[in-house]
């Protein structure tokens, strides 16, 4: 709050409780509307350079998805209610290269 307002802790400590909750809540809504904003620009940049060298997108022997599509399997579209679920590393690699289409060497 104090970054989003600048305001000082005096000043945030002399809030009614209730009016303090509030504002947390809204708050750490806003940081995380900025942060998934933040995601979906580098989203972007990295869905937009593999769509140019035509590589991690299965090769070019696929047609490469949507950048919507791309939000969506990454978790960041409009749609997507909860993010996927992992146990191990191994499970993440699994997903990525789903999402690419192919496996990744090394």
Wanted: charged share 25%; aromatic share 14%.
């Amino acid at each position: 709050m104090q970054r989003r307002y600048s305001w000082t802790d005096e000043y945030i400590l002399q809030l009614p409780y209730m009016r303090l909750k509030q504002l947390m809540i809204d708050s750490a809504q806003w940081e995380a509307d900025e942060n998934r904003e933040s995601f979906r620009q580098h989203a972007f940049v990295a869905w937009h350079h593999s769509n140019s060298i035509n590589g991690l997108f299965g090769g070019g022997k696929t047609e490469p998805p949507t950048f919507i599509e791309f939000l969506d399997a990454m978790g960041l579209g409009e749609g997507t209610t909860e993010e996927p679920d992992f146990e191990t590393a191994a499970e993440v690699v699994e997903y990525i290269d789903s999402l690419f289409g192919h496996q990744l060497e090394g």
